[in-house]
């Protein structure tokens, strides 16, 4: 049966018949795995060899994770910035080109500037907004085009197909960092991408409870993949894979009640007079709501907005007083968040035009009228500040 995505999400990864019919896969905690004879030993021709390369937990969640995103298989990391770097180290070599988008998340940026420039690799930014332009920054040594869309704090969704085409076109490689969407609301495979990068540390867990990164890629890219995560020695506890193997079967349910959360605020934002934009790809005005329409199925509940000019004193009047939005890093936890973002200070390909103060929201499960009373009740003391 062809099943369908919220079917999907409930059966991905789990074999109850092969556990005594029990529902979840069992919790493997594991380093020596035995073999029975010397000729085992010798073909490790078993699919447990050794705890670092992953148990029955282990491979659930990845069979899960490559399922949603319709790839051909999922390693899992220690944290999502660690899927990033994996992906990026098992395609890239000494004098190659990497074609880095400007909106990239901050760390994989720094990845790429202090670690991949020390071994070599050109590392060049582009305007995340350059569509099929990208063909013209291509040179032979080009092996791999790094998209993040919508990027994390900016937004700018990227025109995937078009970089895809122009990637395969020069036989390069595209790689994604899918979080924002997760693999409910972007299908990354259907688009083109080779290498798809998930911070499961957001929506899969769900829960703000773990640190976890998987990369799924096509077939052609899989053998290498393998054998650098494999080299790396990046490996996950099967406790944090156990509460994500528990976080994704809620997934459809819980991403649905973040997008119309989400979608509450930011419409009640863009109405406020200490609002000057809404940064959300699924609101009409923003600039690249086309592209999202075409190539996305829904919106989760990250999003940015820039406030009118105004003092220290009165942002940290509207921020420090929040009950309910919490002041923290990461995002797609049941809970409300809030950060003041600084894009001016990171991009060196494209310039952000915006003078007023970035704060990004993550709308959480809390009911959606008592989130915007305590935004209201902040943007009065912003005023009283
Ligand atoms: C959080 C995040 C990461 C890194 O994930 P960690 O698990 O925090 O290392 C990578 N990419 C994006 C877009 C993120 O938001």
């Known amino acids: 049966m062809k099943k ?3 079917t999907l999400i409930v059966t991905a990864g789990r074999d109850p018949e092969a556990n005594f019919g029990i529902v979840n896969p069992p919790v493997y905690h594991a380093s020596t795995v035995l073999y029975p004879t010397l000729e085992a030993v010798k073909t490790r021709a078993q ?4 705890g670092r390369r992953g148990t029955p937990t282990t491979f659930a969640l990845q069979d899960a994770i490559a399922e949603l995103e319709g790839g051909y298989r999922s390693l899992l990391t220690p944290s999502g910035l660690a899927a990033v770097t994996t992906a990026l180290l098992a395609h890239l070599k000494s004098g190659d080109h990497l074609l880095m988008t400007d909106s990239v998340y901050e760390p994989s940026r720094q990845f790429c500037d202090k670690v991949l420039t020390r071994y070599g690799i050109d590392v060049e930014y582009y305007d995340p907004r350059i ?3 990208i063909a013209a920054l291509i040179r032979p040594e080009t092996k791999v085009i790094f998209t993040e869309a919508p990027g994390s704090v900016t937004f700018e969704v990227q025109d995937i197909p078009a970089i895809a085409a122009a990637a395969h076109g020069a036989d390069a490689l595209l790689m994604m960092d899918n979080t924002w969407a997760s693999p409910l609301y972007f299908k990354p495979f259907e688009h083109g991408v080779d290498v798809s990068i998930q911070a499961v540390t957001k929506y899969l867990c769900g829960h703000s409870d773990v640190m976890m990164g998987a990369i799924t890629t096509t077939e052609a890219a899989w053998n290498e993949t393998l054998a650098t995560h494999g080299a790396l020695g990046v490996c996950t506890g099967p406790d944090d894979i156990y509460l994500v193997l528990r976080g994704i079967r809620t ?4 991403l649905e009640r973040h997008m119309e959360t989400g979608l509450k ?3 009640w934002l863009a109405a406020r007079p200490e609002v000057t934009r809404v940064i959300h790809p699924a609101l009409p005005d923003h600039p690249d709501h086309a592209i999202w329409k075409r190539d996305f199925t829904g919106a989760s509940g990250l999003f940015s907005i820039e406030l009118i000019p105004c003092s220290e004193a009165a942002l940290a009047a509207f921020l420090d007083g929040l009950e309910l939005f919490g002041m923290g890093y990461s995002w797609g936890g049941f809970e409300s968040l809030i950060i003041p973002q600084y894009p001016a200070k990171i991009r060196t390909a494209t310039k952000w035009n915006g003078t007023g103060q970035i704060l990004r929201l993550h709308a959480g499960l809390e009911d959606a009228d008592d989130l915007i009373a ?3 009740a902040g943007f009065e003391r912003f005023h009283t500040a």
């Open 131 to 133: 569509g099929a332009g």
């Open 251 to 254: 997934l459809s349910v819980r």
């Open 47 to 50: 699919p447990v060899t050794y």
């Open 4 to 6: 369908k995505q919220d």
């Open 265 to 267: 605020l930011a419409r």
């Open 374 to 376: 305590d935004l209201e």
